[in-house]
């Protein structure tokens, strides 16, 4: 029988399933998206500005954190994305043997400076743990590992170095009012999913109830208080272009003018690691 295709040049070369999937294809496929750009801003967003102010004032999600956690005398606990240290502080007040991990230098500088030698702190992305696998009775975590731009991949380093029957906790905003709004209107690489979807719960369920059991989520709320609208600006985001929308929802959320009071709703998510 005659080859019908015996014309064809036999250097013709091979298409993969995947070249074929990348023909034509847009700025969202995965591998396109500027994830270590997002990673960057928050770095430096992190190391260049003074959040004192911001995180003395979130030391109750802290304390809240820790007594969901169950925390209890003894227990090896991990404050991931700790900026200079809430939840570690509030984890040795509960007995704990803890850790500290930030990826900003800065911050782990403070946190050092601030907790004294009572918790060990260390340099680490909370996308890419330095900690083996099960290391931690309890692994929390207050508000930075939301920053992260990768997170799935964030939510599975929480879960590993977690402990099997260990406990995951996290507090993240809600996106709506102050300060979880805010990040609609902060830039990021396309793609990049909005820190604000893990205060939605169905998005947490389904990041996390594939890796941990009896799953609960929780919202709160924690007062922040500022002197101006500037301080509480300066506190939240170093970007400028993002100050026309600050004062929209400030006005619409504003407990004491002039003052900037404002009650940031967030959620508090606990599960166990099966």
Request: charged share 25%; aromatic share 6%; hydrophobic share 45%.
């Amino acid at each position: 029988m005659r080859d019908g295709y015996a014309h064809l040049p036999q250097s013709t070369p091979r298409v993969s399933r995947r070249d074929l999937l990348r023909l034509g294809r847009g700025p969202l496929f995965r591998d396109d998206i500027d994830y270590d750009g997002a990673a960057l801003r928050v770095l430096q967003e992190w190391s260049s500005s003074d959040r004192a102010a911001l995180l003395r004032a979130l030391e109750p999600v802290a304390s809240a954190l820790v007594e969901c956690a169950g925390v209890q005398p003894g227990w090896r606990v991990l404050d991931a994305a700790a900026g200079d240290g809430n939840v570690a502080l509030a984890a040795v007040a509960a007995g704990a043997e803890v850790e500290a991990c930030d990826v900003s230098p800065e911050m782990v500088a403070r946190g050092r400076a601030r907790v004294a030698g009572a918790a060990r702190f260390s340099l680490a992305d909370v996308q890419a743990l330095t900690y083996p696998d099960g290391s931690f009775d309890a692994v929390i975590s207050a508000f930075g590992f939301a920053l992260a731009p990768r997170a799935l991949r964030t939510a599975r380093e929480l879960v590993r170095v977690c402990k099997p029957g260990g406990v995951v906790a996290l507090a993240a905003w809600c996106p709506r009012g102050l300060p979880g709004e805010l990040f609609e209107h902060l830039p990021r690489p396309t793609g990049v999913v909005s820190p604000g979807m893990w205060g939605v719960e169905d998005r947490v369920r389904t990041r996390l109830e594939p890796l941990l059991d009896d799953l609960v989520i929780r919202t709160r709320a924690v007062s922040l208080e500022f002197d101006t609208a500037d301080a509480l600006f300066a506190q939240l985001t170093d970007d400028e272009h993002a100050r026309p929308a600050f004062d929209r929802l400030l006005a619409s959320c504003n407990d004491r003018p002039p003052s900037a009071v404002v009650s940031g709703r967030y959620v508090l998510v606990t599960g166990v690691r099966a």
